[in-house]
C-alpha cells in the first residue's frame, strides 16, 4: 500500500475511534490558578518529575513508590471538561502506599506544583477546585473505611473542606456509599450516591474573605449546578490542596500510626478535569 494512503488510512481510523469516545463539552470560564488537567500526550513517567509534572512529584505518597507506579491511564470517555487534547488518570494505593511513618494511612496524594503552604495564589480571593471522578469496578474501594479524596489542609493543620466517601469514623449514620462535602468542622454539608459507570462532577468555591464555601455538581457532561449556598466556613490557615486518596485505618483513636488496613489492597479511583480556578467577580465554570 501507497505509505500516503496508509497513512491517510490510520488517520481516519484515529478519527473514528476518537469519535466513539464521548468527550467533555464544558469549557473552562474563568482565569485557571492551578491546573491538573492531563494532556492526551502525557506519559506515566512524566509524573515522575518537576519538569514534566503539574504536581509536586515527591509528595504525598510512600517512598518507596514513583508516581509513575501510582498513575494509571484508564481506557474509557473523559470527563467534563476535558476534550480530546486531555486525558483522565488514576490514582491508586497498595500496601506500599505509606507517607513516612503514618503507618495507620495508605495515601497517594497529589498537590499542585506552585500550590505553597503559605503565600499561595490557591488561598487568595476566592478559588473553585474542580474535580470529576469515576469509580473503577477493577479496583474497588473498600467503603467499611474513610477516604478523603480531595481537600485543602491549612498550615495549621485542620481541613478547610474534605471531599469524602465510605464511612466517616464517628459518623456511621451518614452511609457509606455517597460521595460526602464536608466543611471544617467535619460536619456534612452535602452528599450524593456513587454511581457505578459515570462521570461525577463536582466543584467546591471557597471564598477566602467571606469565609464560605459553595457546593457544585452534575453528572456524565451535565453542566454543574450549585448543590448548596455559599455556606460560612472558617477558611484561615491557608494551606495546600491534595487530591487522590488518604484512605483511613478501622479500630483506632490514633488514625495516623495505628489501627487495621488489610494486606494486599489494590485500590483506585479514576480523575478528570482536575483544576482550580479563579473566582473574582463570581466567576464558575459550569
Ligand atoms: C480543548 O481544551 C483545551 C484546554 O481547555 C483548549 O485549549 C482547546 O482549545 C480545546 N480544543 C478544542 C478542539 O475545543
Ligand atoms: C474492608 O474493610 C473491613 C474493615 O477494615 C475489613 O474487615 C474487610 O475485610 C475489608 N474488605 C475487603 C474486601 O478487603
Request: proline letters at 4%; aromatic letters at 10%.
Amino acid at each position: 500500500m501507497h505509505s500516503t494512503s496508509l497513512l491517510s488510512l490510520l488517520s481516519a481510523a484515529a478519527t473514528a475511534s476518537a469519535a466513539c469516545l464521548p468527550r467533555g463539552t464544558g469549557a473552562v470560564q474563568c482565569p485557571i490558578t492551578f491546573d491538573g488537567r492531563i494532556p492526551a500526550t502525557t506519559e506515566l513517567t512524566d509524573f515522575d518529575s518537576s519538569s514534566t509534572s503539574l504536581f509536586n512529584p515527591d509528595y504525598v505518597k510512600g517512598s518507596s513508590l514513583k508516581w509513575s507506579q501510582i498513575i494509571q491511564f484508564p481506557e474509557g470517555d473523559t470527563a467534563h471538561f476535558d476534550n480530546d487534547t486531555l486525558k483522565s488518570f488514576e490514582v491508586t494505593i497498595s500496601d506500599d502506599s505509606i507517607f513516612q511513618t503514618q503507618k495507620g494511612f495508605r495515601r497517594a496524594g497529589l498537590q499542585f506544583k506552585g500550590d505553597t503552604n503559605t503565600a499561595s495564589p490557591g488561598t487568595t480571593g476566592i478559588q473553585t477546585i474542580h474535580l470529576s471522578v469515576k469509580i473503577d469496578p477493577a479496583r474497588p474501594l473498600n467503603l467499611s473505611h474513610e477516604y478523603i479524596l480531595a481537600w485543602h489542609e491549612s498550615a495549621d493543620d485542620a481541613n478547610q473542606f474534605n471531599f469524602q466517601t465510605g464511612t466517616i469514623i464517628g459518623q456511621e449514620s451518614l452511609g457509606a456509599d455517597t460521595y460526602k462535602v464536608l466543611d471544617r468542622n467535619n460536619k456534612q454539608i452535602w452528599s450524593t450516591p456513587i454511581l457505578e459507570d459515570s462521570w461525577q462532577n463536582f466543584a467546591v468555591t471557597l471564598d477566602f474573605t467571606a469565609n464560605t464555601l459553595q457546593v457544585y455538581y452534575s453528572e456524565g457532561d451535565a453542566p454543574l449546578e450549585s448543590v448548596t449556598d455559599a455556606v460560612s466556613n472558617n477558611n484561615a490557615g491557608e494551606g495546600q490542596y491534595q487530591v487522590g486518596i488518604l484512605k483511613k485505618p478501622t479500630g483506632t483513636s490514633d488514625v495516623v500510626n495505628s489501627g487495621y488496613q488489610e494486606s494486599g489492597i489494590d485500590e483506585g479511583i479514576i480523575y478528570g478535569s482536575v483544576f482550580i480556578e479563579n473566582g473574582a467577580d463570581g466567576c464558575v465554570s459550569l
